[in-house]
T-cell receptor, first 117, second 115 residues
Framework: KAGVTQTPRYLIKTRGQQVTLSCSPI?????VSWYQQTPGQGLQFLFE???????NKGNFPGRFSGRQFSNSRSEMNVSTLELGDSALYLC????????????????FGPGTRLTVT | AQSVTQPDIHITVSEGASLELRCNYS??????LFWYVQSPGQGLQLLLK??????LVQGIKGFEAEFKRSQSSFNLRKPSVHWSDAAEYFC?????????????FGQGTRLTINP
């Protein structure tokens, strides 16, 4: 089975621009979660999508948004980029939908390294 | 609220020495527990998981972890570390929040290996 893929792997953007990151989950996984990782703040949860609906959201401003398509692929958008948005953005997929432990088991992609100048 | 604490931010051990990384969690129900490893600039890789049953679980790369309910702990161990084990390690607990599954992560422990 192919793992979680994220594109692009690296991005350099200028303050004020917007960016869209893409994530393709493992086949059969219906839940996609996004995380921001920085040296200062560590791993922070952005949001989670399941069956095209946002189920969970972290404490990030409205500039951060996402969506999920019917094939479970997900995109994350950041508008009006700030220097502080420079980070590794990680996507993780899981089965979701059930209350067993397996549904919590997340598999991560390699991440997208975003640099804002 | 659910939380995970990894008391050690940074640990240094010599190659060949044993390793124990600590993890304490706070969760009202029976926890689903995970350990992940992250090499620099990479995503997180699942090392092992605990759902129920035997409290000593085996994972990949020679790691094991023991669930101790009385201590709310899930410590990661390896009998003999290799230089390639240098990485950051994250403990996580699965929590049901507003009807949705979520992983709550600890702050991570950075492992350095001395040759």
């Amino acid at each position: 089975k192919a793992g979680v893929t994220q594109t692009p792997r690296y991005l350099i953007k200028t303050r004020g621009q917007q960016v869209t990151l893409s994530c393709s989950p493992i086949s059969g996984h219906r839940s996609v979660s996004w995380y921001q990782q920085t040296p200062g703040q560590g791993l922070q949860f952005l949001f989670e999508y399941f069956s095209e609906t946002q189920r969970n959201k972290g404490n990030f401003p409205g500039r951060f948004s996402g969506r999920q398509f019917s094939n479970s692929r997900s995109e994350m958008n950041v508008s009006t980029l700030e220097l502080g948005d420079s980070a590794l953005y990680l996507c993780a997929s899981s089965l979701g939908g059930l209350t067993s432990g397996t549904s919590y088991e997340q598999y991560f992609g390699p991440g997208t390294r975003l640099t804002v100048t | 609220a659910q939380s995970v604490t990894q008391p050690d931010i940074h640990i240094t051990v010599s190659e060949g020495a044993s390793l124990e990384l600590r993890c304490n969690y706070s969760y009202g129900a029976t926890p689903y527990l995970f350990w992940y490893v992250q090499s620099p600039g990479q995503g997180l890789q699942l090392l092992l998981k605990y759902f129920s049953g035997d409290t000593l679980v085996q994972g990949i790369k020679g790691f094991e972890a023991e669930f101790k309910r009385s201590q709310s702990s899930f410590n990661l161990r390896k009998p003999s570390v290799h230089w390639s084990d240098a990485a950051e390690y994250f403990c996580a607990v699965g929590a049901l929040l507003r009807g949705a599954q979520k992983l709550v992560f600890g702050q991570g422990t950075r492992l350095t290996i001395n040759p």
